[in-house]
């Protein structure tokens, strides 16, 4: 099974006299801040530099200068976090994107913004604007209502769900499942007392563990739905185009065929669950020999969730520099991929 689109030869590496890997761009969402992400790009990459100078004007705030010195309760706030992530994901892909050459992309949660402006779907300019109307909408639906996002480590999602239900039923509580990252890790979002009420219930399940989430609101949850008229205003105001490769809709974990069918899934990914081990395993199927994460955590947010994949292909984590001009190397040989 491929990942929907026709397959494509492996690319020549006219440099080397050898084919180049086949590699996957993935971008990971929001909770991915921190106060000093992207500088170190922004300094050694021009293109990177060029980038947050290009993200400032658009945005009309100095937007390096809020990554780099905050404060850290203002970066957490969702209507500059998710401009912030936006930029420094596509800052590290830009420094690398003279030797990187994907063949399909995915991002988690507003990620795939990213992915999309790789793809040659939407301008840089246009996905940015996006993205703040985004931010600000949600913003202001979470100051309407107290919400809280956890991450549930360890508990089937057949229970996950079913304390989920039991909790809402009781309460009458606006509860649900948010991110399906993986059959071991699924985040519930909804009002801050219930996500609090079925953490405990679950850690009484058999649940590992339960994270409380560095978010400021209950994303992907029907908290949101005071987000979905302005951000679908924004949507509808920009231009899209067919992706030239494969993105995978976090929606349904197919690849975006039509602008039209971007605009619907992008709109819907506001209230809707992440599907995000369904969206790696539709990744896995392109036939992949490297997966490449673009996010300010050096650690990775997403490829170790890829890694556990069965099938998975090799992963890369790039962060800053050093672990950029790492991948550059590594794929200069390709048996070291």
Not at 151 to 178: D, P
Request: hydrophobic residues 45%; contains cysteine; negative net charge.
């Amino acid at each position: 099974m491929g990942c929907g689109y026709v397959e494509m030869e492996r690319h020549y590496n006219c440099r080397k006299g050898g084919l180049m890997p086949r590699v996957a761009a993935i971008f990971p969402g929001q909770g991915s801040q921190s106060v000093g992400m992207g500088g170190d790009i922004a300094r050694k990459s021009a293109q990177a530099g060029a980038l947050f100078d290009r993200a400032s004007a658009v945005l009309g705030y100095d937007l390096l200068a809020l990554t780099q010195d905050g404060p850290e309760e203002k970066l957490r706030e969702t209507q500059y976090s998710q401009p912030a992530i936006f930029v420094t994901n596509l800052a590290l892909y830009e420094a690398a994107r003279s030797f990187v050459r994907p063949v399909a992309s995915a991002g988690h949660s507003f990620g795939e913004l990213c992915s999309l402006t790789i793809s040659g779907a939407i301008s840089f300019d246009d996905a940015l604007r996006i993205v703040s109307e985004r931010g600000k909408a949600m913003q202001q639906a979470a100051e309407m209502a107290a919400g809280a996002m956890s991450a549930v480590l360890g508990l089937e999602a057949t229970e996950v769900r079913e304390v989920v239900e039991s909790i809402k039923f009781q309460t009458g509580a606006r509860l649900q499942l948010a991110n399906f990252n993986s059959p071991a890790q699924i985040v519930i979002s909804g009002e801050a007392g219930a996500v609090q009420q079925a953490g405990d219930a679950m850690l009484q399940a058999g649940a590992k563990r339960v994270v409380p989430l560095n978010v400021s609101g209950a994303w992907h949850s029907k908290l949101m739905e005071p987000a979905v008229p302005p951000f679908a205003r924004a949507v509808a105001s920009a231009h899209f185009s067919a992706p030239e490769f494969a993105v995978i809709s976090n929606v349904d974990a197919q690849p975006y065929r039509t602008a039209d069918e971007i605009r619907e899934k992008l709109v819907l990914s506001i209230t809707n669950e992440v599907r995000w081990h369904d969206t790696s395993e539709k990744l896995v199927a392109c036939g992949l020999d490297l997966v490449v994460e673009f996010g300010a955590d050096g650690r990775g947010v997403l490829t170790p969730l890829m890694k556990r994949l069965p099938g998975a292909p090799a992963v890369a984590a790039v962060s800053d520099w050093t672990s950029c001009e790492k991948l550059r190397l590594r794929l200069e040989e390709p048996a070291r991929v």
